[in-house]
């Protein structure tokens, strides 16, 4: 599987990017699937409108500057390098951390249920993550290392893992699962707990692949976020879950 041409196509001499396109549209099919499923979380379209303005470019940005942080020997001083961001350089993490902070602060001004807003989101964000990966590919980046495997993506004439491949694969299945929980779910935050669970569970064994990996001193900083994600959502998913349960059971002897 050979790395093609990262240019897509040019407009009056402007370079447009295959990753700009991927990523742009797995944003624009995540927004829609949001849109659409509003109203079976009791949120009225237009302030999720207003949420989906205002946290898309904030999420963009801190993916951007969670990038360029961890890589800040390279971009030093190069303003132009740090907003380059249409030959890659986008940390899921940072926009993650960035994009979900920016609906919490807006849940408590607006008066809207955080976790119910984001239970909403994060399977749409799922299928995005899938869908963006392909940009990696046509960049040939994000990979892992040599590999004899059929499906090895070849760059520069060497074979690597596709690591983005696994991980496009991984999200489109989350994106179902997430799905379908969202449906039957049990208690506000679920669908957002098992995300942050599995989705990390996912990234820790494929990071572990990469050879690009963004370090925190001798470790990868992905594989100790992903741990630390793993740990806090599974013991308030516990919590929360118990909460359920025990709410349901007084109504009941109620």
Not at 61 to 69: N, Q
Not at 135 to 151: I, K
Request: charged fraction near 15%; proline fraction near 4%; hydrophobic fraction near 50%.
């Amino acid at each position: 599987m050979p790395t093609p041409d990262p240019v897509a196509f040019t407009v009056f001499g402007l370079a447009i990017m295959w990753y700009a396109i991927f990523v742009t549209c797995g944003i624009i099919l995540a927004a829609v699937i949001v849109y659409l499923r509003a109203p079976k979380h009791g949120i009225d379209r237009d302030n999720l409108l207003n949420f989906i303005i205002i946290c898309v470019p904030i999420g963009i940005i801190g993916a951007r500057a969670y990038y360029v942080i961890f890589n800040w020997s390279h971009y030093a001083g190069d303003i132009g390098k740090i907003l380059n961001i249409r030959a890659g350089g986008l940390a899921v993490h940072g926009g993650l951390l960035a994009g979900l902070a920016a609906a919490a602060v807006l849940c408590l001004i607006w008066k809207i249920r955080p976790l119910n807003l984001m239970d909403l989101c994060v399977p749409a964000i799922a299928l995005a993550q899938s869908i963006g990966r392909w940009g990696n590919y046509f960049n040939g980046e994000a990979h892992g290392g040599p590999t004899d495997l059929p499906w090895a993506v070849i760059i520069d004439g060497q074979t690597y893992h596709p690591t983005f491949l696994y991980e496009s694969i991984w999200c489109f299945i989350l994106f179902i699962i997430l799905l379908l929980v969202d449906n039957h779910r049990k208690f506000e935050g679920q669908v957002l707990l098992l995300y942050g669970i599995l989705y990390s569970c996912e990234r820790f064994f494929v990071e572990a692949l990469r050879t690009d990996s963004l370090m925190i001193g001798p470790f990868k900083q992905a594989q100790v976020l992903s741990l630390v994600i793993i740990a806090v959502c599974l013991i308030c998913y516990i919590i929360l879950n118990a909460r359920s349960r025990a709410g349901k059971s007084s109504k009941h002897s109620g």
